[in-house]
């Protein structure tokens, strides 16, 4: 795998691209973690034409589909973008369009986690007991943050995005209520049944790689190199539904 960083490009210049491209399609994603994964896409459909392009994020991904929406170079492209937060509150109406493709879970990580199936691999090699352990705690603080995210367009600023060494040195601190707060029981009872689609994958991926990684004298594993190998070899239902609807747009 390179070790080139993909380019990130400004919105400006992906919607003049777009404009003034002459064929062939440009399938803009989020950043370069989406690059590793949709890459693979031009090799695939290579008689297609498909270009992949980083635009620096979900919000810039969809300010480059509100510049080309009302005019008829929207059909030279095409939108992958994480669900994030709408997979609890659901996709506004604007951003639900034919040409614009949502991950299956949270985002592409939680895709891969799932057609990768981690948990299995997790249990092969006997880690998936303290796994489930740590996936306890880590979802008493995701619960009540994800809860507090969603009302009031996150009012409070509340952040998402607490690695699991963090979260492990300060559980307590993370996990606290507020004033006049109660446990959300409901959203975390979810999450305990649908984590590997619902709790954020950023959160969830280096969790389970760092409980691969804690046995003595074995392999070594990490997400960008989990990500391109499922891209690659080991797509399963998710990838492929986003795959197959690049075709389909291509």
Known sequence: MSKNKPVIFPV???????NNSQSGKYVVVEGSDDIVVYRNLITIYKSKGINVIAAGGKDKVLEVFDNLKNTSNLAK????????????TGI??????PRIIYTSGYSIENDIYV???????????????SFQTKLAQYLEWFALAINRYCTNNNANSVKLDIHPDNFFRNVNLYCALQSG???PNSTYNDLMINYALKFRGKCLMPLAIGELNSRHNSPSYNSKTIMEDTAITGRGVHLNRIFSEVERLA
């Open 12 to 18: 400006p210049v992906i919607v003049s691209t777009i």
């Open 77 to 88: 492209a095409i939108f992958i973008v994480d669900q994030d937060s709408w997979i609890f």
């Open 92 to 97: 506004p109406p604007q951003y639900q369009h």
């Open 115 to 129: 057609d990768k199936n981690l948990d299995l691999l997790m249990q092969g090699v006997g880690v998936y007991t």
């Open 181 to 183: 707060e109660a446990h």
